[in-house]
């Protein structure tokens, strides 16, 4: 299952995107207007995809997975994918790493999906030209269930040679992140939010298959979107009254990259 999650026009989605913004200072070709017009929001979007276990996929035998590539692909004005960062929502029970093949020396790595962990790749050189050493794929997902949400970053190849900071401001509330005891029974586990369809991508046959929609609406969605609009006008309204322009600093600390 693949979706386009828009960043632009949600408080929550926004404050994630600075952060990930802030881990390579001035990488990012931001194609978003002040407005936040949705019509003018091209490439400002989270691709979050849902894998699921052997058994239970619609159109992987074996797992859902996704091929290997590189990300070093064109926007169409020059610019290109240069670091992606995805988000690893769930901890799936078995299979799901995402592998980088290429990796320490031809040797190979498994990243292992974890939720909480932020996993980010450049995909050039320092020099500008694609790094084969990047290349990665989904690994079969064998048991539980994988959600990613990742944000690629387009920009000139110039800026391939561009550091990332030693450090990065994360909400004091990751210290107390709790590991899921049970990956499917995650909120969306099995269920999808209204008008999400499935887009199968694992062979020529399931490429062909026909989408399929959610038509049940999930509850407990419904409940979390009331949530985060009540929590946004609470925002909206201290920064209006305080003239401030994002949170408290007691409210975050430093993390170091790894």
């Known amino acids: 299952m693949h979706y386009e999650l828009p960043i632009y026009g949600d408080a929550v989605l926004e404050h994630i995107e600075n952060r990930l913004l802030s881990i390579t200072p001035g990488v990012g070709k931001r194609k978003v207007s002040v407005a936040r017009s949705a019509s003018e929001s091209r490439g400002e979007v989270l691709f979050v995809r849902r894998y699921l276990q052997d058994g239970l996929s619609m159109s992987c035998s074996g797992g859902d997975r996704f091929h290997k590539h590189q990300d070093f692909t064109d926007d169409g004005d020059g610019a290109k994918i240069l670091v992606s960062m995805t988000m690893y929502l ?27 962990d932020l ?40 800026k391939c040679d561009v550091g990332t900071s030693d450090t990065v401001l994360v909400p004091t509330a990751v210290k107390d992140n709790k590991e899921n005891v049970n990956s499917m ?22 490429l062909s298959a026909t989408d399929q ?4 609406v999930n509850e407990k969605f419904i409940s979390i979107i009331a949530r985060n609009a009540e929590l946004e006008a609470k925002m909206n ?22």
């Open 90 to 116: 769930t901890s799936p029970e078995k299979g799901g790493q995402t592998r980088f093949e290429a990796a320490n020396g031809g040797q190979g790595y498994d990243f292992q999906a974890r939720r909480g």
């Open 119 to 158: 996993g980010i790749w450049w995909s050039c050189k320092h020099s500008g030209e694609r790094d084969m050493n990047s290349t990665h794929g989904g690994v079969p997902l064998k048991a539980g269930i994988k959600w990613i949400a990742t944000r690629f970053l387009y920009d000139s190849v110039s």
């Open 185 to 206: 029974s995650t909120l969306h586990g099995m269920t999808m939010p209204h008008g999400v369809v499935h887009m199968p991508d694992c062979s020529a046959d399931a």
């Open 213 to 216: 929609s959610f038509d049940g």
């Open 237 to 258: 309204a201290k920064l209006d009254n305080s003239g401030d322009t994002g949170p408290d600093e007691d409210d975050w600390y430093n993390m170091d990259m790894i």
